[in-house]
């Protein structure tokens, strides 16, 4: 049960990870051969690939599973749907949770939805969908025996059958008392940091385990306004999502040789240098060590779209372990936390007879220098709300009533991230019940005390119909002069325009509406991220600006866990519990 060789496990599961991944990208191609009677239906079984056990048996969260199971059905799943998808037709099937191979060191909590025997559970079930949301999925508990020992190993198979479907092999590498990495913490931005500075990052970890880590990968990650001004030649690097500036990421992975002791801290032999661009605001920079030897690491790299580094090799050496207070699980800042964005909201002039409809065009501009990410909160939208002046009706709006369809004052959304030199119109027709000479609307951001808007004077626009000029409009920067749509006379806009590609943005109310702007900057990433705990968020808090409150082996910054994005396969670490952070 003690194999000479106790990092072998670690290597052959990230590699056998790359077919399990391979296995879920590809389980959709098989879904036509299916549909043609041609084969059966791929059905992947993921989790975690292994799991360390702490020898102190001091899991993070006590009574937690450390495991946990779940299948992805064949076809896709769009989770932002207004409806469900529909089942995958089947006869019924059974998952089986084979945990025999850890007798002797561990007891294992398996799920009580199934039926257990010892150390097996078997589950049968019938729910299947596409995608992996709405399918059935199972948690498992290990805590040791008196009884275990360092390097204790042992394996947990999950299999599956049915008819008609064809489930992948899914195992658990689990290991006691293995190399247990945390990261030094990193400092405050130095005082007078702004964008554009250079923050010198002291990386680093302290092996906590019971074991030796034959290597170590260092993966750091910097989202859209950072980026890594120096290149190493033991290191590699790539962009992450490029199409989701949300999740947007720059990558390193850096490979180390060597054997890094239990109780021993080392640290690079320089600082990491992150530099941050003009625009950057809140920001998030993060990194973490895993123990995973620096040959398998090379081998998996090499099937990813990363350059190789130049120049100069980063190593690590030894240091004073220091305090334990020093090191942490996750190790992440915002950078930098200084600088300003400029919110212009900017409404219309238009004129119109009784019975007219005639549009108007609110818009939401961003002057910068800053953008507006919203990173920590997963691209919350920005909210503002329009008041419809005295004598007019909506008849077609991109926002959200306030009270009721009859309400005269509405709530609009724009999706972040809202770039440094963005642009959103939102057109609203309104007809004419009634002249009233000047009748004005006020549209108008949230009212609370922003640090990082620079220039709150412009935070107002307002609409105003059939004026006379004298109509005073603070803080209204832009409005254009016009008359009717088409039911008669000359179309208007408010607002300046910019001329480049245009992409129709929407964020949901409280209500569950969703409201349309136009972009006129080009297109922005909008699709969720997780918002990771610990830092602050650059758009203040509630009640504030917003809303509402293919690589491989790569680390999960957040989580500190190994992550291989093709299939989404992770390697959990030692009482860490899968996150959404960022990474």
Same mark, same amino acid.
């Given at each position: 049960?003690?194999?000479?060789?106790?990092?072998?496990?670690?290597?052959?599961?990230?590699?056998?990870?790359?077919?399990?991944?391979?296995?879920?990208?590809?389980?959709?191609?098989?879904?036509?051969?299916?549909?043609?009677?041609?084969?059966?239906?791929?059905?992947? +079984?993921?989790?975690?690939?292994?799991?360390?056990?702490?020898?102190?048996?001091?899991?993070?969260? @006590?009574?937690? #599973?450390? +495991?946990?199971?779940?299948?992805?059905?064949?076809?896709?799943?769009?989770?932002?749907?207004?409806?469900?998808?529909?089942?995958?037709?089947?006869?019924?099937?059974?998952?089986?949770?084979?945990?025999?191979?850890?007798?002797?060191?561990?007891?294992?909590?398996?799920?009580?939805?199934?039926?257990?025997?010892?150390?097996?559970?078997?589950?049968?079930?019938?729910?299947?969908? #596409?995608?992996?949301?709405?399918?059935?999925?199972?948690?498992?508990?290990?805590?040791?025996?008196?009884?275990?020992?360092?390097?204790?190993?042992?394996?947990?198979?999950?299999?599956?059958?049915?008819?008609?479907?064809?489930?992948?092999?899914?195992?658990?590498?689990?290991?006691?008392?293995? @190399?247990?990495?945390?990261?030094?913490?990193?400092?405050?931005?130095?005082?007078?940091?702004?964008? *554009?500075?250079? $923050?010198?990052?002291?990386?680093?970890?302290?092996?906590?385990?019971?074991?030796?880590?034959?290597?170590?990968?260092?993966?750091?990650?910097?989202?859209?306004?950072?980026?890594?001004?120096?290149?190493?030649?033991?290191?590699? $690097?790539?962009?992450?999502?490029?199409?989701?500036? +949300?999740?947007?990421?720059?990558?390193?992975?850096?490979?180390?040789?060597?054997?890094?002791?239990?109780?021993?801290?080392?640290?690079?032999?320089?600082?990491l240098k992150v530099k941050t661009a003009d625009f950057?605001?809140?920001?998030?920079?993060?990194?973490?060590?895993?123990?995973?030897?620096?040959?398998?690491?090379?081998?998996?790299?090499?099937?990813?779209?990363?350059?190789?580094?130049?120049?100069?090799?980063? %190593?690590?050496?030894?240091?004073?372990?220091?305090?334990?207070?020093?090191?942490?699980?996750?190790?992440?800042?915002?950078?930098?936390?200084?600088?300003?964005?400029?919110?212009?909201?900017?409404?219309?002039?238009?004129?119109?007879?009784?019975?007219?409809?005639?549009?108007?065009?609110?818009?939401?501009?961003?002057?910068? #220098?800053?953008?507006?990410?919203?990173?920590?909160?997963?691209?919350?939208?920005?909210?503002?709300?329009?008041?419809?002046?005295?004598?007019?009706?909506?008849?077609?709006?991109?926002?959200?009533?306030?009270?009721?369809?009859?309400?005269?004052?509405?709530?609009?959304?724009?999706?972040?991230?809202?770039?440094?030199?963005?642009?959103?119109?939102?057109?609203?027709?309104?007809? +004419?019940?009634?002249?009233?000479?000047?009748?004005?609307?006020?549209?108008?951001?949230?009212?609370?005390?922003?640090?990082?808007?620079?220039?709150?004077?412009?935070?107002?626009?307002?609409?105003?119909?059939?004026?006379?000029?004298?109509?005073?409009?603070?803080?209204?920067?832009?409005?254009?002069?016009?008359?009717?749509?088409? %039911?008669?006379?000359?179309?208007? %806009?408010?607002?300046?325009?910019? %001329?480049?590609?245009?992409s129709t943005t929407g964020g949901s109310d409280t209500?569950?509406?969703?409201?349309?702007?136009?972009?006129?900057?080009?297109?922005?990433?909008?699709?969720?991220?997780?918002?990771?705990?610990?830092?602050?968020?650059?758009?203040?808090?509630? *009640?504030?600006?917003?809303?509402?409150?293919?690589?491989?082996?790569?680390?999960?910054?957040?989580?500190?866990?190994?992550?291989?994005?093709?299939?989404?396969?992770?390697?959990?670490?030692?009482?860490?519990?899968?996150?959404?952070?960022?990474?």
């Amino acid at each position: 049960m003690r194999p000479s060789s106790l990092r072998s496990p670690w290597a052959r599961a990230a590699l056998a990870a790359v077919a399990a991944a391979g296995l879920a990208a590809g389980g959709l191609a098989g879904v036509a051969h299916a549909a043609d009677g041609q084969g059966p239906l791929p059905v992947t +079984i993921t989790g975690p690939d292994k799991v360390d056990l702490a020898l102190d048996g001091a899991e993070g969260e @006590p009574g937690e #599973p450390q +495991i946990e199971l779940g299948l992805t059905g064949p076809g896709e799943y769009d989770p932002d749907s207004d409806t469900d998808p529909e089942p995958i037709p089947n006869s019924g099937y059974k998952v089986t949770i084979d945990a025999t191979a850890l007798k002797g060191f561990a007891k294992v909590g398996l799920p009580q939805s199934c039926d257990v025997d010892g150390l097996v559970a078997v589950c049968e079930e019938s729910s299947l969908y #596409p995608g992996y949301i709405l399918n059935p999925s199972w948690d498992v508990r290990l805590d040791l025996l008196d009884s275990a020992g360092a390097g204790d190993y042992g394996k947990i198979e999950v299999t599956g059958e049915g008819e008609g479907l064809e489930f992948n092999t899914h195992t658990v590498d689990v290991l006691v008392g293995g @190399p247990e990495l945390l990261k030094k913490k990193l400092p405050a931005e130095p005082e007078g940091f702004r964008a *554009g500075d250079t $923050y010198d990052a002291p990386l680093g970890f302290r092996n906590t385990g019971s074991m030796s880590a034959d290597g170590v990968v260092l993966r750091f990650s910097g989202t859209r306004g950072l980026s890594f001004p120096d290149s190493y030649d033991n290191c590699s $690097y790539a962009e992450e999502n490029k199409d989701n500036l +949300i999740r947007y990421r720059q990558v390193a992975l850096c490979t180390f040789e060597g054997d890094f002791w239990p109780g021993l801290a080392y640290k690079l032999s320089e600082p990491l240098k992150v530099k941050t661009a003009d625009f950057a605001l809140g920001d998030i920079f993060s990194y973490g060590f895993d123990a995973v030897g620096a040959k398998e690491v090379g081998e998996l790299r090499a099937s990813a779209d990363y350059r190789q580094g130049s120049g100069r090799t980063l %190593t690590l050496e030894p240091v004073e372990s220091g305090h334990v207070s020093d090191y942490s699980k996750y190790a992440e800042i915002d950078l930098p936390t200084q600088n300003t964005y400029d919110l212009d909201l900017t409404g219309a002039r238009v004129a119109g007879e009784q019975g007219e409809t005639v549009t108007v065009d609110v818009g939401l501009s961003n002057h910068g #220098p800053a953008w507006i990410g919203s990173l920590r909160a997963g691209g919350e939208p920005l909210g503002f709300t329009v008041q419809i002046p005295e004598g007019a009706s909506v008849v077609e709006s991109p926002c959200r009533p306030l009270n009721g369809e009859s309400s005269s004052e509405y709530r609009c959304f724009a999706d972040t991230p809202f770039l440094e030199d963005d642009e959103r119109s939102f057109p609203f027709k309104l007809r +004419i019940d009634k002249v009233v000479e000047g009748a004005k609307g006020k549209i108008a951001l949230p009212e609370f005390d922003n640090p990082w808007e620079g220039d709150p004077s412009n935070d107002t626009g307002w609409i105003v119909l059939n004026g006379t000029g004298d109509e005073e409009t603070p803080g209204d920067t832009g409005g254009a002069t016009g008359g009717s749509d088409s %039911t008669g006379g000359s179309g208007t %806009t408010g607002g300046s325009q910019t %001329t480049g590609g245009t992409s129709t943005t929407g964020g949901s109310d409280t209500t569950g509406g969703t409201t349309g702007g136009t972009s006129t900057a080009g297109t922005t990433g909008t699709t969720t991220g997780g918002g990771t705990s610990g830092g602050q968020s650059p758009q203040g808090g509630e *009640g504030g600006l917003l809303a509402s409150t293919g690589s491989t082996a790569l680390l999960v910054s957040a989580g500190a866990a190994l992550a291989l994005a093709a299939g989404g396969v992770l390697f959990v670490a030692s009482r860490r519990r899968r996150t959404g952070g960022a990474a």
